[in-house]
């Protein structure tokens, strides 16, 4: 009975997996999206409160100047948002992007993304994120786990299933590896690709995504094994990057035909 309950669960997910992500994946979305726009402004918003921001007009300006030539060349919902770019003054190595038109970079990024092109690796896979519903669709995950665990926990007592408290704790740690940590791990590669070809279009070589993982794995150093991680591993990052480099290669050569490219600046 308690199998039955899990595979009624997964087969409730696969039936309401009725949209498709930018790369063509199918995905579970639940939720309202400007519902997400209002909790990722208000998101920001309280991180901008807490956390210092830079006042160097340089390095403000730069970082805008990479943003903008990327949301250029966004889809038309994307492209038509009043986007708000923040650079927060931090030694954290880290960018991201929030639903509702919210980018923010902080400065010890910068360290490591040492060309404009680096740069724009980074926000554009940032950008990817948003444009791929991730955040809706980890929520809408995350729904359906706690739904399965609810069930097998109802069954397992039900049943009188022997060690019940033992049981719960193996499944929630299937749940975590076998599920929420691939399905991460499929999202930052999903946003890489997408990165990638934001990049290419904009008039950033793509081939300095490849060096900029190479400089973040030896900021990084040693990392633990993939599975238990939310993120790939910086070689299987570059590999997949690689596969995807002769398209991102066609787009930048077709963007550097149409005439100049974003001039921006590090100070």
Avoid at 170 to 187: E, I, M
Avoid at 205 to 219: C, F, I, S, Y
Avoid at 247 to 264: S, V, Y
Wanted: hydrophobic share 45%; with cysteine; proline share 4%.
């Amino acid at each position: 009975m308690l199998k039955k309950l899990l595979v009624t669960a997964v087969c409730s997910v696969l039936i309401a997996a009725c949209a498709q992500s930018p790369t063509g994946r199918r995905q579970v979305m639940l939720f309202d999206n400007n519902q997400l726009n209002t909790m990722g402004a208000q998101t920001f918003e309280q991180m901008k409160t807490e956390e210092k921001i830079t006042t160097n007009a340089a390095t403000n300006r730069y970082v805008q100047c990479v943003a903008n030539a990327l949301l250029a060349v966004t889809p038309d919902e994307y492209r038509k948002q009043n986007w708000e770019v923040v650079v927060f003054d931090s030694e954290q190595v880290n960018a991201f992007a929030l639903p509702g038109g919210k980018i923010g970079v902080y400065t010890g990024l910068l360290n490591v993304a040492k060309t404009p092109a680096q740069l724009a690796a980074v926000v554009g896979h940032e950008i990817g994120h948003v444009m791929a519903g991730h955040s809706n669709e980890r929520l809408s995950t995350n729904q359906f786990l706690q739904a399965g665990l609810a069930l097998a926990d109802a069954g397992s007592k039900a049943y009188g299933v022997q060690y019940q408290q033992q049981l719960m704790a193996a499944l929630g740690l299937g749940a975590q590896v076998g599920v929420a940590l691939p399905f991460s791990r499929t999202h930052e590669t999903e946003a890489d690709i997408i990165g990638l070809e934001l990049m290419a279009k904009a008039g950033f070589d793509p081939e300095d995504a490849v060096v900029l993982w190479r400089n973040m794995a030896a900021a990084s150093g040693a990392s633990g094994p993939q599975f238990l991680s939310s993120h790939p591993v910086p070689d299987t990052r570059i590999r997949t990057l690689q596969q995807t480099m002769p398209q991102a290669a066609t787009l930048f050569t077709n963007r550097k035909a149409q005439g100049a490219l974003p001039n921006c600046r590090r100070n």
